[in-house]
């Protein structure tokens, strides 16, 4: 069966450091990969999706980044965090019909 | 109009009662249909998918999709306290070489003992 993991679960980071984000998946191949940001009260924001290796779509402007640099393994970056970038980050995994997520990152830009 | 509309509630039922959430959407391109289950601090966890109008069935769970009037539906029978969530209606509609799915902003809710 399939398992998508990210780390860290819970992260506290100054206004102005760098983020990395890290999701991996097993027990698929070639899967679409995508990262969503929650923030509190709100929907799920589309950030990233990627259906390959090197191959990222960026559906919102902003100071974040992704990079797939193997089949199962995706990740979000930051060069300098924003207050506004706190939220809660999800990566997803899924074959065309649906996605399933992982357990989620608890970011805190203070 | 925003694409997939979502009630946030809360929706609070006594232990038992069947519930009812509803998700309207605009976009007559969306193909694939879900419903999504997010307890607190936790990612959404899937409950069902559909691609087609009509019903389907999952012990407590009915998905119910309406593509002519553009609405979905998801039934819990005899609800109980630990359904207490959060419930999120996503849609899939193909966009360049993937399907991009649009979320609803999710339904909060609460079953009382």
């Known amino acids: 069966s399939q398992t998508i993991h990210q780390w860290p679960a819970t992260l506290v980071q100054p206004v102005g450091s760098p983020l990395s984000l890290e999701c991996t998946v097993e027990?698929?191949?070639?899967?679409?990969l995508y990262w969503y940001r929650q923030a509190a009260g709100r929907g799920l924001q589309l950030l990233f999706y990627?259906?390959?290796?090197?191959?990222i779509s960026s559906e919102v402007p902003q100071n974040l980044s992704a990079s797939r640099p193997q089949d199962r393994q995706f990740i979000l970056s930051s060069k300098k965090l924003l207050l506004s970038d706190s939220g809660f980050y999800l990566c997803?995994?899924?074959?065309?019909?649906?996605?399933?997520f992982g357990p989620g990152t608890r970011l805190l830009v203070l | 109009q925003k694409e997939v509309e979502q009630d946030p509630g809360p929706l609070s039922v006594p232990e038992g009662a069947i519930v009812s959430l509803n998700c309207t959407y605009s976009?007559?391109?969306?193909?694939?249909f879900m419903w999504y289950r997010q307890y607190s601090r936790k990612g959404p966890e899937l409950l069902m998918y559909?691609?087609?109008?009509g019903n389907k069935e999952d012990g407590r769970f009915t998905a119910q999709v309406d593509k002519s009037s553009k609405y979905i539906s998801l039934f819990i029978r005899d609800s109980q306290p630990s359904d207490s969530a959060t419930y999120l209606c996503?849609?899939?509609?193909?966009?360049?070489?993937?399907?991009?799915?649009?979320f609803g902003r999710g339904t909060s809710l609460i079953v009382h003992p």
């Open positions: 027990g698929t191949s070639n899967p679409n």
């Open positions: 976009n007559s391109a969306f193909q694939y």
């Open positions: 559909t691609y087609s109008s």
């Open positions: 996503a849609m899939r509609g193909r966009r360049g070489g993937s399907y991009i799915p649009t």
């Open positions: 990627s259906v390959g290796i090197g191959q």
């Open positions: 997803a995994w899924g074959p065309e019909e649906t996605q399933y």
